[in-house]
Structures are given as C-alpha cells and as structure tokens.
C-alpha cells in the first residue's frame, strides 16, 4: 500500500458536485428504509442490532466508494 493510497483513505473527500451529493443521500435513503424494514419485522435482538451494524458499514462504504472514486 502506497502513501497516496493511505492519504486517499484517510482524508476528507468533498462532494464535487450536486449529483455526487445526490448520489449519498440515495444511499442513506435507501439504507435507512431497509433499517427500518429490520426494525419492524425483527425482535429487539443481538441478531438485529448485528443486522443494524452492518447496514451502517454497508452506508459507508458505498459512500466511500463514491467519495473515493471520482
């Protein structure tokens, strides 16, 4: 791994523009919706909060994968 592949992991990725910021909300959208899915047709578990977690390194990642990538 190089010195630019870490300063590209670690640094602060600015939208560069409305429909790459466009493109997070429909991911935050769509990851919410699915959390709330869970919520309501799972019990209040380890399995769910498990299930939860995930989904929020999904959300990252995809966004990640935006921000990163121009």
Do not use: G
Not at 29 to 47: D, H
Not at 49 to 63: D, G, P, Q, R
């Amino acid at each position: 791994m190089t010195l630019d592949d870490l300063k590209n992991r670690f640094n602060y990725h600015k939208p560069k523009d409305q429909a790459t910021c466009d493109n997070h909300e429909r991911i935050r959208n769509s990851c919410l919706s699915l959390a709330c899915l869970i919520v309501e047709n799972t019990p209040p578990t380890r399995e769910q909060s498990l299930a939860i977690t995930k989904l929020e390194e999904v959300m990252f990642w995809a966004n990640a994968a935006i921000a990163r990538n121009p």
